[in-house]
């Protein structure tokens, strides 16, 4: 069933399990149940596409390090923010969920073993092969990936999703169909109501576009509105418990982490074609494949680095000016709000540049870099440690149209973040050299003594970040560390739980959607038998 409160004004609402936030969380988490018979409302503040009062919402302000505006940084509609993403699919390593005794805060409540059979299923919900590809299964197709040494990097690779608009609406109508779930729009939560005594939720406070109040009623709830979303609702359900929600220890909101973008450096005196090659998204029998570069997880304990990451890729020089392909890409973007016909023309942008550059003439960035014009450039896309004063506030003066404060994002990297880059950036030098395959020339900034992050607006579309909001509401056994235990329950509450990359300890390299719908599964699963083994 499918119900927009735009429209239609219920007084009430309720299900077995209430879902917040129509998102690859929600929206997996919503398929999972009802497959188990688990009867499912899933909320969302959005339409089924981009509308401009909506996306107010998400307006806030920064007062922590340049990051991107508030509004623009996450989609509130049916969907969400994988309406625009890249498609990168990647698992975290096991050394991603270990205590590192030089990451402060490091170390997940949980084994790398135990997500990975929910790996298996969440590749196979992006279209993926279960089995995930390796160094060895690519080199075996033909890829002239460079051989370093095991003892200094690792060559890990992104797969790609084909179908960017999987968790629109036409592609999820089982899911308004099913008898068992209830799609709400436009519903937007203003508050998760605690019972009186503050041990459990009694009900959602929930409100339509013009200010008409639904009650909304479940056994369980979970909040899957994204990294600075699910802090933002939690402290602003204040009530009953006048610090916010599972935020007892001032834990909600902290350890906000990103995965920084920026210039590493370059690579001169190499042979530029081979390298550009190497390094090259292509398509491997039914899989579309990218590599990277990492530091091994030796390498990472003998230098105190995080597991950070970078890529090979022809880009302008640092004192140079964008590409053509580049400002056709963005020119795209900011003339167009990203709605249905808007993301339609990005997505036509880009592959119409990226066909041309592959098809037409592949050695054109291999003659730019002949001629000076691009760099043989270290793409970094790192990980941040994490870090309690990196974290997301809320105002206390600014609403929104709705009545909710308006969140402030207060975004801090540290001296650790650099200092991983420059590790990684060094080893990868030693191999360059040892290979002859070049000279690696750092970037300036890695060797200031501020150790201050610097983006650089030539390395990438989107030179902040990747827009990977992770680590407000962290897992974590001990209420004093974190927001939830290890099966994603908020301390304290009882029928609480959360989804997404906001339960993240650490981040790694990888990009967090595959994670994400791998813990949406999990969770699932656990809620499912809860409910079933009550009936």
């Given amino acids: 069933m499918l119900i927009d409160l735009a429209t ?21 988490l919503a398929r999972s149940l009802t497959e188990r018979g688990i009867s499912v409302l899933l909320l969302e503040s959005g339409g089924l596409d981009y509308e ?19 509004d623009h940084a996450r989609l509130r509609f049916f969907g ?52 995930t590809p390796t160094e060895k299964t690519v080199r075996a197709a033909g890829v002239p990936l460079p051989r370093f040494s095991e003892s200094e990097l690792a060559t890990p690779l992104w797969s790609f999703d084909s179908k960017f608009d999987r968790f629109s609406m036409a592609n999820c109508r089982d899911l308004a169909e ?54 933002r609702l939690l402290l602003a359900s204040r009530s009953v418990m006048p610090c ?6 001032d834990q909600v909101g902290r350890y906000f982490m990103e995965h920084p973008h920026a210039r590493g450096g370059r690579i001169v005196r190499g042979d ?17 494949v990218a590599p990277l570069i990492a530091p091994s997880a030796q390498l990472q304990a003998e230098q105190g680095l995080l597991n950070t990451s970078l890529t090979i890729a022809p880009r302008r020089p640092a004192d140079g000016r964008e590409a053509w392909a580049m400002r056709a890409y963005l020119h795209a973007k900011e003339k167009r709000a990203p709605n249905r016909m808007g993301r339609s023309l990005w997505k036509m942008t880009k592959r119409s540049v990226g066909w041309l550059q592959q098809k037409v003439d592949p050695a054109r960035p291999w003659l730019l870099n002949k001629l000076g014009r691009l760099d043989v450039a270290l793409v970094v896309r790192a990980e941040q440690a994490p870090n309690p004063d990196s974290r997301v506030l809320l105002s206390e003066q600014d609403r929104d149209a709705l009545g909710m404060p308006r969140v402030k994002l207060n975004w801090q990297t540290t001296a650790l973040d650099t200092h991983s880059v420059a590790g990684l950036v060094a080893a990868l030098g030693r191999e360059t050299k040892r290979l002859n395959l070049g000279t690696v020339e750092p970037a300036p900034w890695l060797s200031d003594p501020s150790a201050e992050w610097k983006t650089d607006p030539l390395i990438s ?20 560390q974190g927001v939830t235990d290890g099966h994603a329950k908020v301390h304290g509450l009882a029928n609480l739980h959360i989804a997404g990359s906001s339960l993240f300890p650490t981040s790694g390299w990888a990009n967090p959607t595959l994670t994400i719908v ?9 809620l499912a038998d809860n409910r079933l083994a009550e009936r």
């Fill in 8 to 28: 239609s004004k219920p007084d009430r609402l309720d299900s077995e399990i209430a879902i917040i936030g129509a998102g690859a969380a929600g929206i997996t």
């Fill in 52 to 70: 401009d009062r909506t996306a107010d919402l998400n307006a806030g302000e920064n007062i922590g390090q340049d990051y991107y505006p508030l």
């Fill in 80 to 131: 969400g923010t994988t309406a625009i993403w890249g498609g990168r699919c990647s698992q975290l390593d096991p050394i991603d969920f270990e205590k590192r005794d030089w990451v402060p805060h490091s170390g997940w409540p949980f084994p790398h073993a135990d997500i990975l059979p929910y790996y298996e299923k969440a590749r196979g919900i992006f279209g993926l092969p279960w089995r």
């Fill in 178 to 231: 099913h008898p068992q779930c209830t799609i709400v729009l436009h519903a937007t939560i203003r508050e998760i109501v605690a019972a009186a005594d503050g041990a459990s939720v009694a009900r959602l406070d929930v409100v339509a576009p013009d200010g008409t109040a639904i009650d909304v009623q479940a056994r369980d709830y979970i909040l899957a509105a994204g990294g600075i979303e699910n802090p």
């Fill in 244 to 249: 916010g929600l599972g935020n007892q220890s």
């Fill in 272 to 288: 530029a074609w081979k390298l550009f090659d190497a390094f090259a998204k292509r398509t491997l029998a039914s899989e579309t």
């Fill in 461 to 480: 579309a989107h030179p902040i970040g990747g827009y990977h909001h992770m680590g407000t509401t962290r897992m974590a056994e001990d209420p004093a």
């Fill in 518 to 526: 791998a813990l949406a599964l999990r969770l699932a699963d656990r």
